[in-house]
């Protein structure tokens, strides 16, 4: 199926890592011209591997999302390097580092960090792309959310609040955007094994008590078999192909959509 993306550019937020560099590395497969957004020192080694992998013009940005005129900077050079910009995919994102059922394992200072990256992130991002999307009546946006920030997720409340907001704010900009010919979506995975998944279970380990203790291994597995229906893990590359998809013109009439790539862990009815 040919999505039609040959030639467009791309910003991938959170490039460098998980999701992000599985979202990266889709578009750039289809041929799509990708500037990797992140925080992360390893972001120019990154998009240097895919760009000698895909013979695709690649990018490294290093920026903070957090930061309104970093990504302000970031959008310069951006559309100077690679042009005006087609697609954003926001995959940025932190956990607080705590695990937190009970909630009062958390202070109300462990809020403050993820709530900037996760949400006043995305609003910088938003605020930064759509004015370029608005003057060519076209173009897409997708936010990276999490199942978390539709069941109340006890595991880390910080980051299940903040992945409420992303999907609530998208559905926001979907509505403001759809007359300009923009369309903006959220993806949610489920169980994915990133370096925040991981993060989760080092949190929850640390404690635990001794006799409690799990492996990742043992941890996760317990997990899935007690939460997913289709019994796996799911894959930053099967996230990465949700993404890409409705980032095309495959998908010209979705937009406020959430959607779950979590192998059934989240049904409505």
């Known amino acids: 199926m040919d999505l039609n993306l040959r030639g467009r550019v791309a910003v991938v937020t959170g490039g460098a890592s998980g999701i992000g560099r599985a979202v990266a590395r889709a578009f750039a497969a289809e041929g799509a011209h990708v500037a990797l957004w992140d925080l992360n020192d390893e972001v120019g080694v990154e998009s240097n591997r895919l760009g000698a992998e895909f013979s695709a013009p690649v990018m490294g940005v290093p920026v903070d999302v957090a930061d309104e005129a970093a990504v302000d900077l970031a959008l310069a050079r951006t559309v100077a390097e ?14 607080s580092g705590k695990f937190g059922f009970p909630f ?18 995305m609003a910088n991002v938003a605020h930064a792309l759509a004015p370029v999307m608005i003057e060519r009546k076209s173009g897409t946006m997708v936010f990276v959310a999490s199942v978390a920030g539709q069941i109340g997720s006890q595991t880390d409340p910080p980051y299940s609040a903040s992945k409420a907001a992303n999907i609530n704010f998208a559905q926001c900009l979907a509505k403001d955007l759809a007359s300009h010919g923009v369309r903006v979506n959220t993806v949610c995975p489920g169980m994915v094994q990133t370096p925040l998944n991981r993060s989760v ?14 492996s990742y291994d043992e ?13 796996r893990w799911q894959t930053a590359e099967a996230v990465a192909d949700m993404i890409v998809f409705l980032s095309s013109d495959r998908t010209a009439h ?16």
């Not at 009062?104 to 992130?121: E, K, M, Q």
């Not at 941890?219 to 939460?227: G, L, T």
């Open 219 to 231: 941890w996760s597995d317990r997990k899935i078999r007690a939460v997913v229906p289709l019994g």
């Open 254 to 269: 979705v937009t406020g959509q959430t959607i779950n790539v979590d192998g059934g862990f989240v049904m409505h009815w």
């Open 201 to 214: 279970w080092q949190a929850w380990h640390d404690q635990a008590s001794p006799a409690d203790r799990l």
């Open 104 to 121: 009062t394992n958390l202070r109300p200072s462990d809020w403050a960090r993820v709530l900037n990256v996760n949400v006043i992130g």
């Open 82 to 95: 690679l042009g005006p910009i087609d697609h954003l995919v926001h995959a940025a994102a932190i956990g």
